[in-house]
């Protein structure tokens, strides 16, 4: 409650000159731990607003590379038989708004905002392959993932000037700085838009093991498999004492 009384009270003193930003927001928890035992967490954006318009929020994560591959049947089997690697795709992506975003402005101006799935830029690593093809199938595998939910998410008004969204991390949610950003709309126009970073980390045993596996991948391989040959080895001695 002390960060969203924070926030009215910052939009409520801007001088004149500089409220024609006309928005203010905050995130109640920026700092998302990811341990051991993470199931997945909610992001609460909220803030105020001059007077009355449309916001739509966005919760963007670091970019990734990702490579998709199209199966063909080659004498009886599936093999890989064509991929396309996109160098900078979000590792997650969420939107959430106050009605629909299309009746909120025009297919153009959302595009120029790169706002929606539709409006996201991914642009490939081999351009003569069928480029709508492989985008769609990304984005199908993402949102089977639940790293870009379908749909759009809906930012509660409260009264004419607060506003409240939430939206939810899955548990396998890549970690780095993500991006939340808040547009106000007017008359199918952006009047205002802020951002502010949102991080999502690893703690704990987690982050360590993590650590380690970084420097030490070789070592940390071995390790893997000399862990799986234990646990084998210990199971069937279970069982065959049964």
């Known amino acids: 409650m002390s960060r969203l009384l924070w926030v ?3 939009l ?7 409220r024609a930003q006309s928005l203010a927001f905050d995130i109640t928890a920026p700092l998302i731990a990811v341990t051991t035992g993470f199931t997945g967490a909610e992001v609460v954006v909220f803030g105020a607003i001059d007077s009355e318009g449309d916001l739509i929020v966005t919760l963007r994560a670091p970019d990734q590379r990702v490579t998709v591959r199209r ?3 080659v004498l009886g089997l599936w093999l890989n038989r064509e991929a396309v690697e996109y160098p900078a795709v979000p590792g997650y992506y969420a939107i959430a708004a106050t009605r629909p975003v299309e009746e909120i402005a025009r297919p153009e101006t959302l595009a120029r905002h790169r706002l929606g799935l539709d409006n996201l830029v991914l642009e490939s690593r081999s351009p003569g392959s069928d480029g709508a093809a492989f985008r769609a199938a990304l984005i199908r595998t993402k949102q089977a993932a639940g790293l870009f939910p379908t749909g759009v ?6 009264g004419p000037r607060l506003f409240r969204a939430t939206l939810v991390l899955p548990a396998n949610t ?12 007017r008359n199918g126009q952006v009047v205002g838009a802020q951002q502010t970073p949102v991080i999502v980390s690893k703690v704990g045993a987690s982050a360590e093991i993590v650590e380690f596996a970084r ?3 070789i ?5 893997a498999v000399a862990f799986a040959v234990l646990a084998g080895w210990l199971a069937d001695l279970v069982f065959r004492k049964r």
């Open 8 to 10: 009215l009270a910052l």
């Open 12 to 18: 409520l003193c801007l001088p004149v000159a500089a």
């Open 71 to 73: 199966k063909a049947r």
């Open 153 to 158: 998410d809906s930012v509660l008004m409260r």
């Open 174 to 185: 890549p970690v780095g700085t993500y991006q939340a950003n808040v547009f106000l709309f």
């Open 215 to 217: 420097e030490y991948a």
């Open 219 to 223: 070592l940390y391989g071995l390790l």
